[in-house]
């Protein structure tokens, strides 16, 4: 291949990487490296990375600053021998459970906090959701709820209904 004279061309255009986009791939994989770095050791178990790659994970959560940046850089290099693209896959199954989590959490407390306002058609969709839904005890926790709020008491029944709401639910799947 000839870069310069006056019959330069490029004979092997399909080959040529340019040298900006390397940096941007590495960039791409030094940002999942960080993002492994900010995983819970329960979720990087779940990832299958190898024992080089997650030791120096491992190594990189108790760093700081400068340190860190090295490490996550590092890390980065390590990537690119790896199947980062597999990795990827299996960091969004990841985030997906934990925002499934996270809606399933938020509907059991907007249900709470409806039972708490006295809102009776929130106990027949309870009733229907969940097989063994005992709306006797769930009455009792809300009124032992408002008791305690008019009483300036810790919300220890409003705790309980979030509970036993969750319990249901746990039943259910």
Same mark, same amino acid.
């Given at each position: 291949?000839?870069?310069?004279? %006056?019959?330069?061309? !490029?004979?092997?255009?399909?080959? !040529? ?19 492994? /770095? @900010? ?40 990537? /690119?021998?790896?199947?980062?693209? @597999? ?22 407390? %907007? ?10 058609? /929130? ?27 008019? %009483? ?11 509970? !036993?709401?969750?319990?249901?639910? @746990? @039943?259910? !799947?």
């Amino acid at each position: 291949m000839m870069k310069f004279g %006056e019959k330069a061309t !490029y004979d092997d255009e399909e080959d !040529y990487v340019s040298k900006s986009e390397i940096k941007r791939e590495l960039q791409e994989l030094r940002e999942l490296g960080k993002e492994l /770095v @900010e995983l819970p050791i329960k979720d990087l178990d779940k990832l299958n990375l190898s024992e080089r790659l997650y030791d120096q994970v491992i190594k990189a959560q108790g760093m700081k600053l400068g340190a860190l940046k090295r490490q996550i850089g590092f890390i980065g290099g390590i990537m /690119v021998d790896e199947e980062h693209q @597999e990795i990827k896959l299996h960091l969004d199954k990841i985030r997906q459970a934990h925002n499934g989590d996270t809606k399933q959490f938020q509907q059991l407390e %907007e249900w709470r906090d409806l039972l708490l306002a006295g809102d009776n058609e /929130v106990m027949s969709v309870l009733r229907n959701q969940f097989d063994n839904f005992d709306m006797q005890h769930v009455r009792q926790l809300v009124r032992n709820a408002n008791k305690e709020t008019t %009483e300036n008491k810790p919300p220890k029944s409003a705790r309980l209904i979030f509970k !036993y709401l969750r319990e249901c639910q @746990e @039943e259910q !799947y």
